[in-house]
């Protein structure tokens, strides 16, 4: 009988295995984390342009109470609170002409009121998203006399 060597086993590379290398997840997660960054502004700038046209129907919303108050009174209001709650000196109040949270533009900030004012009866200004008199942009100011 003859003697039979064993077969050897021919080692085997092992698989590359199915899954992703660090250098590819990284490169994922930056694409991902720069689209996420360009959605975010885009939606931003959306969300402030809103805010700015509320803030201009809002002002017109505004000036139209003030008008009603001063069609039931004589005249305009001394201060926005004058719509909100009855004055001692308006006799012929038929209020409230507005809510509270009317007298707040939509980021929170007072409306400027001047009775008299410059050029009108009143005036009325929403002063844009910094809250302050001038400004660009979404900080421009509008006035009812505009």
Do not use: C
């Not at 009855?86 to 409230?96: D, F, L, M």
């Not at 001047?114 to 302050?132: R, V």
């Amino acid at each position: 009988m003859q003697y039979r060597y064993p077969r050897t086993r021919q080692l085997r590379h092992p698989r590359r295995s199915a899954g992703f290398t660090l250098l590819e997840m990284l490169a994922v997660i930056v694409l991902i984390g720069i689209v996420g960054a360009i959605v975010v502004r885009q939606v931003g700038n959306s969300v402030d342009k809103g805010k700015y046209g509320a803030g201009k129907a809002q002002l017109t919303t505004i000036s139209q109470a003030v008008d009603a108050y001063a069609l039931d009174n004589g005249s305009p209001p001394a201060q926005l609170g004058d719509l909100v709650s009855k004055p001692a000196a308006a006799t012929n109040w038929q209020g409230p002409y507005l809510k509270p949270s009317q007298l707040k533009d939509p980021w929170g900030h007072d409306f400027g009121y001047k009775y008299p004012g410059e050029h009108g009866a009143y005036d009325l200004i929403f002063y844009g998203q910094d809250g302050k008199p001038g400004g660009d942009g979404y900080s421009a100011d509008v006035g009812n006399w505009q």
